[in-house]
Every structure is written in structure tokens, then in C-alpha cells.
């Protein structure tokens, strides 16, 4: 299976911020690379498809890249409904494989 | 609008089996996939397995033996069944539309 190795666990940050988590996969997967977001007792939430495409209703201060097996997604201008846990997810093999999280919170 | 929403059991016994049904709508089951993917509380999200557009079937390896998926597209329905449930089975189940639209969660407690 293929390992994404997901980081920070934890990201402190304050309010007006610029942030990245990143993820590195274990093998190629092209851009079959998704970002959720993940708010207390919600589903997660699509953030990111294809490693760069804002999901419909996204704001434009989430983004995503890549630089060859790492992926990362930014956050620009923090804002605090911004506080979640952030996953990510490969789907270019199966078993699709998810990154361990990161949860951002308020500095 | 699609829309997935997952009934079932709150509580099972161990050693039992997992019944949980996801209806959707606003979605095709014959033109899209259904998966499952499980979080236990306060951990991250595994991915349990799928059911394909064609109807064939995808499952996690370590769950394989224990663990079924079918469908009916007539009610637009996704079945998951699950046999001799332990504890570490406690899980919320979530249905998932192509890994994009997502259900709001089953929270599933296996415990006598």
C-alpha cells in the first residue's frame, strides 16, 4: 500500500498567518491527490482535487502544489473558521491511503 | 444536490454482525462509485472498501474476509455488512460518493 506521510501533527498558528501542510507519498500517484478538512462530529470536507484544483465553494486562499512526491496545501491569511483537522488522500492505487492529519489550532 | 445519508445500528454486539445501509441521492450508483471509510474516535480515516460503478467490489486488505458490499440501484442504496465485529471495529462509517461527497456519519459501538 502506499504511505502518506503527513506533516505537522500539529500546527499552532495565529489568526492573519500563512500555513502549509505537507504530505509525501510513498510512491508516485501523480495528482491523484486530495485535501479534506475536518471540523469536531462533521464528514470530512473536499478542500483540494487533482494536487492544485479548488473544490467548488472553497475560498481562494486555500491552495494546493506539488514539488514531486510531497504535496502540500496552503493556507493563506488564516482565518478561524480555518481551525480543523486537515487530511489528505491518495487515490491513484488502491487501497486509497490517507495521511495521518494535521490539526490546526489557534496559537 | 447530492446527497448520502447512513442508517444502521448504534450499538452491536461482539462477534456480531454490521448491517448499515447508505441511500443517496442527487447521484447515480451506475455512473459513480460508493466507498466506505471509517474513523475511530479521535483518529484519522481508513479507508474500508468500495462498490463500483459496474458493481464489481474493492476491499482493505485487512478487512476482506470479514466484510461484504453490495447495492440496489432501484432504491439507490449501498449495503455494508461486516461479520465478527471485536471492539476495535468502534467506529464512526461513513458512505462517500467518489471520495468527494460525503454522508454525515454513523457512529457504530461494538460493546456487550
Known amino acids: 500500500d502506499i504511505q502518506m506521510t503527513q506533516s505537522p501533527s500539529s500546527l499552532p498558528a495565529s489568526l492573519g498567518d500563512r500555513v502549509t501542510i505537507t504530505c509525501r507519498a510513498s510512491q508516485d500517484i501523480g495528482n491523484y491527490l486530495r485535501w479534506f478538512q475536518q471540523k469536531p462530529g462533521k464528514s470530512p470536507r473536499l478542500m483540494i482535487y487533482?494536487?492544485?484544483n479548488l473544490a467548488n465553494g472553497v475560498p481562494s486562499r486555500f491552495s494546493g502544489s506539488r514539488s514531486g512526491s510531497d504535496y502540500s496545501l496552503t493556507i493563506n491569511s488564516l482565518e478561524s473558521e480555518d481551525m480543523a483537522i486537515y487530511y489528505c488522500?491518495?487515490?491513484?492505487?488502491?487501497?486509497?491511503?490517507f495521511g495521518s492529519g494535521t490539526k490546526l489550532e489557534i496559537k | 444536490q447530492v446527497q448520502l445519508k447512513e442508517s444502521g445500528p448504534g450499538l452491536v454486539q461482539p462477534s456480531q454482525t454490521l448491517s448499515l445501509t447508505c441511500t443517496v441521492s442527487?447521484?447515480?450508483?451506475?455512473?459513480?462509485?460508493v466507498h466506505w471509510v471509517r474513523q475511530p474516535p479521535g483518529k484519522g480515516l481508513e479507508w474500508v472498501g468500495a462498490?463500483?460503478?459496474?458493481?464489481?467490489?474493492d476491499y482493505n486488505s485487512a478487512l476482506k474476509s470479514r466484510l461484504s458490499i453490495s447495492r440496489d440501484t432501484s432504491k439507490s442504496q449501498v449495503f455494508l455488512k461486516m461479520n465478527s465485529l471485536q471492539t476495535e471495529d468502534t467506529a464512526i462509517y461513513f458512505c462517500?460518493?467518489?471520495?468527494?461527497?460525503w454522508g454525515q456519519g454513523v457512529m457504530v459501538t461494538v460493546s456487550s
Open positions: 462517500t460518493g467518489q471520495l468527494y461527497y
Open positions: 488522500l491518495q487515490h491513484n492505487e488502491y487501497p486509497p491511503t
Open positions: 487533482g494536487a492544485t
Open positions: 462498490i463500483w460503478s459496474g458493481g464489481s467490489t
Open positions: 442527487g447521484f447515480s450508483l451506475t455512473s459513480n462509485s
